[in-house]
């Protein structure tokens, strides 16, 4: 079965930077656009960023874009996140999600455990 | 971007209840509506992809219908284990959209 395992999480000063992973088995990587959604503890879920199968094409949130960059390494099985001018509204759960489709329509069929990240003087 | 409307924001119901949770688009997205369980500290669980199909090994309890912008999420004979937050989240213009998501929480 598909498993994605996050790390990188931590604490980080405003304006920092920090680099997540996440390590993909149990499944053909390469095979599949990936993605990073956060959750700010309590609150919602947004979706981050998301990744084709070879790095071609990225897509991300208004919020994140031009100060966070998704990667992967399709050697590795692994797929990255690296934030940049990190802001307080950054704080969140970070999941590493797997893109799906069965048609035309798109979701996230496997998820992380998540990895925390804290903005905080 | 699509909107997701989604209600109510919190329900409260009795073991063995029927649940019902809408989510209303901004926009027409056809049935590429899903929904999403999360368990207290644990990542969400897809349960429904394209408004109406089952993720595999999701119980017959529950189902989703609806197309076009509104769309509807059911717990049949609600039990104790489904005490979560469910979401609703749809993919557009190369942006993923959740709803604001909905508490369920058993009397």
């Known amino acids: 079965e598909a498993q994605l395992v996050e790390s990188g999480g931590g604490l980080v000063q405003p304006g920092g930077s920090l680099r997540l992973s996440c390590a993909a088995s149990?499944?053909?990587?390469?095979?599949?656009?990936m993605s990073w959604v956060r959750q700010v503890p309590g609150k919602g879920l947004e979706w981050v960023a998301d990744i084709k199968q070879d790095g071609s094409d990225k897509y991300y949130v208004d919020s994140v874009r031009g100060r966070f960059t998704i990667l992967r390494d399709n050697a590795k099985n692994s797929l990255y996140l690296q934030m940049n001018s990190l802001r307080a509204e950054d704080t969140a759960i970070y999941y590493c999600?797997?893109?799906?489709?069965?048609?035309?329509?798109?979701?996230?069929?496997?998820w992380g455990q998540g990895t925390l990240v804290t903005v905080s003087s | 971007d699509i909107q997701m409307t989604q209600s109510p924001s919190s329900l409260s119901a009795s073991v063995g209840d029927r649940v019902t949770i809408t989510c209303q688009a901004s926009q027409d997205i056809n049935n590429h509506l899903n929904w999403y369980q999360q368990k207290l500290g644990k990542a969400p669980k897809l349960l429904i992809y394209d408004a109406s199909n089952l993720a595999t090994g999701v119980p017959s309890r529950f189902s989703g219908s609806g197309s076009g912008t509104d769309f509807t999420f059911t717990i049949n004979s609600l039990q104790p284990e489904d005490i979560a937050t469910y979401y609703c989240?749809?993919?557009?213009?190369?942006?993923?959209?959740f709803g604001q998501g909905t508490k369920l929480e058993i009397k």
């Open positions: 149990g499944f053909t990587f390469r095979s599949y656009w």
């Open positions: 999600a797997r893109d799906s489709s069965q048609g035309s329509g798109w979701f996230f069929d496997y």
């Open positions: 989240q749809t993919y557009g213009n190369y942006v993923y959209t």
